[in-house]
């Protein structure tokens, strides 16, 4: 059986966040997690963000329990709209907060020193890769550095995005951009926003500063968030 008959002091470490959660929320404030246990979730914003251990969103936003509903993968991407029988994680969660919990806001999370982007931009320059799943899925934005680094596994390739090690948060936002783009390929998300009963924002966290940025809806441009 693969499982330790001691636990490590990680896990010791979460065990005791649980008992701290337990007394905060359910022993301090017992009435709103009764509400949320018997009436159900009802989030306003799904949040697509990165696995990444440093941008945890709801840790970031101070949200509490039953304000966000979460997906988290590799490099905060969204996938477009491919209905075709095979396993879609991020789909199916899109899915379900915009057609079952019918959310209002859909934000996508970005942020500065991703792995999942340092890997798209080394995977154009020709570098190989030996991981099953990373590198295909990462290619879903793809379209992120083409106004950035040259045809795939070409000198120009190679040369970009040798710049772009040193500024990779230019392809980071862009990744954010085309997750958008992709946002609006899901038939149900189109037609909210032209409803006026969605929205969508882009969202990129700088670590090292704290500061947010967000697309500006008019310049279609990144800004710090006053």
Not at 90 to 115: D, N, P, R
Request: hydrophobic content about 40%; some cysteine; glycine content about 8%.
């Amino acid at each position: 059986m693969p499982f330790s008959s001691q636990p490590s002091e990680p896990i010791r470490q979460l065990l005791a966040g649980i008992k701290a959660f337990r007394a905060r929320y359910y022993e301090r404030r017992p009435d709103s997690m009764r509400q949320l246990a018997t009436e159900g979730q009802h989030p306003e914003v799904l949040l697509i963000g990165c696995s990444d251990s440093r941008v945890d969103p709801a840790l970031l936003t101070m949200a509490e329990p039953g304000e966000l509903f979460v997906v988290r993968n590799v490099a905060n991407l969204v996938p477009p709209y491919q209905p075709d029988g095979a396993y879609h994680g991020t789909s199916a969660a899109i899915e379900y907060a915009v057609k079952s919990l019918k959310v209002s806001e859909i934000i996508v999370l970005g942020h500065a020193q991703c792995g999942g982007i340092q890997g798209l931009i080394r995977l154009r320059a020709g570098q190989k890769s030996n991981d099953d799943f990373v590198s295909p899925w990462v290619s879903i934005a793809g379209s992120a550095l083409d106004p950035y680094v040259g045809p795939e596994g070409s000198e120009q390739a190679r040369a970009d995005a040798e710049k772009l090690q040193s500024t990779p948060a230019v392809i980071e936002r862009a990744a954010v951009r085309a997750s958008v783009e992709n946002l609006m390929t899901f038939p149900f998300v189109r037609q909210g926003v032209e409803a006026g009963t969605l929205n969508i924002h882009g969202w990129w966290f700088d670590i090292q500063s704290g500061e947010m940025w967000a697309i500006n809806p008019t310049s279609r441009l990144f800004q710090p968030v006053e």
